[in-house]
């Protein structure tokens, strides 16, 4: 809710011929970058909209993944929610909503054990 808020905020705050761009382009891969911080383990993961992806016990399902227009500043959103099979079944649900690859810290995965941030969309 926080990320949405804040990027509502920063869309009224544009100039108009800012907010007149070419919009996000829908892609059909995420590339995911994750870290075990256990085993301190990094893994890049593409994940296709609308398919699961798995890493370690999290479970990853992009449902949508969006980029910049090739002629303006490369950035990447995507959609996502991830859920942990550790946990109890009403509480697997451990993320859900946009993130951003330019501004990562606006809305992230918390996790114990895991980081996950969105690298880029193809």
């Not at 996000?24 to 256990?38: G, H, M, S």
């Not at 398919?51 to 479970?59: C, D, K």
Request: proline residues 7%; contains cysteine.
């Amino acid at each position: 809710m926080r990320g949405l808020l804040l990027a509502v905020a920063l869309l009224a705050a544009m100039p108009a011929a800012a907010q007149d761009a070419e919009e996000w382009q829908p892609k059909r891969t995420a590339e995911l970058q994750l870290l075990d911080k256990v085993t301190a383990r990094i893994s890049v993961v593409q994940a296709t909209v609308g398919q699961p992806a798995n890493f370690g016990t999290l479970s990853i399902n992009v449902a949508a993944c969006n980029a910049r227009p090739p002629d303006e500043v490369p950035d990447a959103a995507a959609w996502m929610e991830v859920r942990d099979s550790r946990r109890q079944p009403e509480a697997q649900l451990v993320f859900r909503g946009w993130m951003f690859a330019n501004n990562p810290a606006v809305s992230m995965l918390e996790h114990p054990v895991y980081d996950l941030r969105i690298l880029g969309c193809k």
